[in-house]
């Protein structure tokens, strides 16, 4: 019994060391998505994503977001990660957002997440030259 209680002690010891150890250099992420003209985008998603992770934040109203992974806010390991900006509308509403940014090909955003940065990631998109009419939503129901 005493290996065996020796062995679990050691096991989730080494488990609260590695949990420690992976989050320790996480950084806190967020920014404001705006317009050249200062104008935040009032809607919409924006995703970090690299080869291991992937963090997505909400755009609130102020053009304000905080990333999240597995829960709001628990930061980001450092990395370079690739952005994408998705803008969220209602049925009936104009997407004023230029397409490129929905892609992380094509956005041309990415950040070098290090540890110890406290600066937001501040992203500056551009307006569509020919705004974009949603395609229409299946109806709530499920049918056709």
Do not use: W
């Not at 992974?69 to 690739?82: A, E, I, V």
């Not at 900006?85 to 992380?104: C, H, M, R, T, W």
């Amino acid at each position: 019994m005493d290996y065996k209680h020796t062995f679990l002690a050691g096991f989730f010891g080494l488990c609260a060391i590695l949990l420690a150890s992976g989050c320790s250099g996480n950084v806190q992420g967020g920014g404001t998505v705006s317009f050249p003209d200062g104008t935040p985008l009032d809607r919409g998603i924006v995703r970090f994503s690299n080869n291991q992770y992937q963090y997505t934040g909400d755009i609130r109203p102020d053009g304000k977001y905080r990333l999240g992974g597995l829960k709001p806010g628990d930061g980001l390991p450092p990395g370079t990660y690739q952005v994408v900006v998705i803008e969220v509308y209602d049925d009936n509403e104009v997407s004023i957002l230029d397409a490129k940014y929905e892609s992380p090909t094509t956005s041309g955003i990415s950040f070098e997440v290090v540890k110890g940065r406290k600066e937001p990631f501040d992203i500056t998109v551009e307006r569509s030259h020919t705004p974009r009419i949603p395609p229409p939503r299946p109806p709530a129901d499920g049918r056709q």
